[in-house]
């Protein structure tokens, strides 16, 4: 089974500031795509951005974005101008192009500071 | 749209007792998922149902049974609580063709004394 590993159980950043969320996986699968979930207080799980394997060019989404080196299997999300709505924790996970499960990290606690 | 819908929202359980666990998405998806969140532990499915009729067993289903009733509605049920399925419980759905994401339920927060 596909693995990933969130090696951050909690952050901080100063408001204004640049964070980035550390995320490794491990899949023998050429195709995948990749998320980053964000659960704030609320438990909603909000889908924050989304990763194409076969894509090289990261993806953005306005304040996030990520770096994916397929190669080395890490997916890390920079989060720019950090805001504190942006305190919760964050997912990263994985799903193959064809299978129906998803693979979710241990996730990273994202603290704000004002 | 209310997306994916789950109840009840809190839920206190004795040790033997039985529960259902609703799930309903009005989205048209075909895929459905239940996960249960426990801390330091991240996300782990427990079933899935990939389209209606059909269900599969995730990472640990032991202790849980699921109906796929429909294509909207996919129920978890405990036969029998113990206090180690005290969880967070979510409920999922993805349309098969999409490039790839789930929407999520609020969460169930099941608690067995």
């Known amino acids: 089974a596909q693995t990933v590993t969130q090696s951050q159980p909690e952050m901080s950043v100063q408001e204004a500031e640049t964070v980035t969320l550390s995320c490794t996986y491990d899949?023998?699968?050429?195709?995948?795509?990749l998320f980053w979930y964000k659960q704030p207080p609320s438990r909603q799980m909000i889908l924050v951005i989304r990763?194409?394997?076969?894509?090289?060019q990261n993806a953005t989404e306005n304040r996030f974005s990520v770096n994916f080196q397929k190669a080395a299997k890490s997916f890390s999300l920079k989060i720019s101008d950090s805001q504190l709505g942006d305190a919760a924790m964050y997912f990263c996970?994985?799903?193959?192009?064809?299978?129906?499960?998803?693979?979710f990290g241990t996730g990273t606690s994202l603290t704000v500071i004002p | 749209n209310a997306g994916v819908t789950q109840t009840p929202k809190f839920q206190v359980l004795k040790t033997g007792q039985s529960m259902t666990l609703q799930c309903a998405q009005d989205?048209?998806?075909?895929?459905m998922y239940w996960y249960r969140q426990d801390p330091g532990m991240g996300l782990r499915l427990i079933y899935y149902?990939?389209?209606?009729?059909?269900?599969d067993k995730g990472e640990v289903p032991n202790g849980y049974n699921v109906s796929r009733l429909n294509k909207r509605e996919f129920s978890l049920r405990l036969e029998s609580a113990a206090p180690s399925q005290t969880s967070v419980y979510f409920c999922a759905s993805r349309r098969q063709l999409e490039t790839g994401s789930s929407t999520f339920g609020s969460g169930t927060r099941l608690t067995v004394v």
């Open positions: 989205m048209n998806h075909n895929s």
């Open positions: 996970a994985y799903r193959g192009l064809v299978g129906n499960q998803f693979y």
């Open positions: 149902s990939a389209s209606e009729g059909t269900t």
């Open positions: 990763q194409e394997a076969y894509k090289q």
């Open positions: 899949t023998s699968e050429s195709d995948y795509y």
